[in-house]
């Protein structure tokens, strides 16, 4: 059975990806209050950029970045780097931003955010597919490239179509995502409901789907385990 990550690093995974946009309820502040906060929450970011690094360089001094689950929890920590990244450049640089260059941003925190949450999948289903299997698995390389081809597929799915959208005039402009309109990235409710929320809520839900098969799965073992001591104990 391979090693996979501890429930602390659960802990900072989901701490790290709060699939709520942090900066939507604000939308009804007055820029100029609001504005005021950004170096703060740039900060913030950074914080979380500085403790990401760290997890990564703690993986490779431990060596840990060459089991399947570390380079699971390696991946999804170069996408919130990617992301935050971003998003600190967008807070302290947002007027000053061409728009084009304002839309690559965008788009390209969408595709990193949205891939952190699909790793998050394909954490939660190598786990249960760990607990569940009786032969260990030594096909790590293959499997990994299977995990990662997944990941960004599922990505590119979500991010391409909300990318024509926004460059055409196939939907009406209150259901298009608008990168790099209000921010750089999804600017308005709607769209962070239609093109962030429900597929991050979607993968959550599957989250969850996975932990309770995999729950499910201790709980037998568990159950198995103790009737085979007893069966030992009265043989003696």
């Known amino acids: 059975m391979e090693n996979f990550t501890s429930p602390s690093m659960f802990s900072f995974e989901f701490n790290e990806t709060n699939f709520t946009n942090p900066f939507e309820n604000l939308t009804t502040v007055p820029k100029p209050v609001l504005s005021k906060y950004y170096p703060f929450l740039a900060a913030e970011l950074g914080l979380s950029i500085l403790c990401s690094v760290i997890l990564i360089l703690v993986y490779v001094i431990i060596g840990e970045h060459k089991t399947l689950p570390g380079k699971n929890v390696i991946c999804i920590s170069f996408s919130l780097i990617v992301t935050y990244i971003l998003l600190t450049v967008d807070l302290l640089m947002r007027d000053r931003i061409p728009h084009s260059i304002c839309f690559t941003m965008g788009v390209t925190v969408q595709v990193t955010f949205l891939a952190t949450f699909f790793w998050t999948n394909v954490m939660s289903y190598d786990i249960m597919r760990t607990m569940a299997s009786v032969k260990p698995d030594t096909a790590r390389t293959s499997k990994f490239l299977k995990y990662s081809a997944y990941a960004w597929l599922m990505t590119l799915i979500c991010v391409l179509p909300a990318v024509v959208i926004d460059l055409t005039d196939i939907v009406p402009?209150?259901?298009r995502p608008k990168f790099g309109v209000?921010?750089?990235?999804?600017?308005?409710?709607?769209?962070?409901?239609?093109?962030?929320?429900?597929?991050?809520?979607?993968?959550?839900?599957?989250?969850?789907?996975?932990?309770?098969?995999?729950?499910?799965?201790?709980?037998?073992?568990?159950?198995?385990?103790?009737?085979?001591?007893?069966?030992?104990?009265?043989?003696?």
């Open 173 to 175: 402009e209150e259901y």
């Open 182 to 236: 209000k921010k750089c990235w999804l600017s308005g409710q709607l769209s962070f409901l239609l093109y962030f929320n429900l597929p991050v809520g979607l993968t959550l839900a599957s989250n969850c789907i996975f932990f309770v098969l995999t729950a499910r799965t201790i709980v037998r073992v568990r159950s198995a385990t103790a009737i085979l001591a007893a069966n030992r104990h009265k043989k003696r």
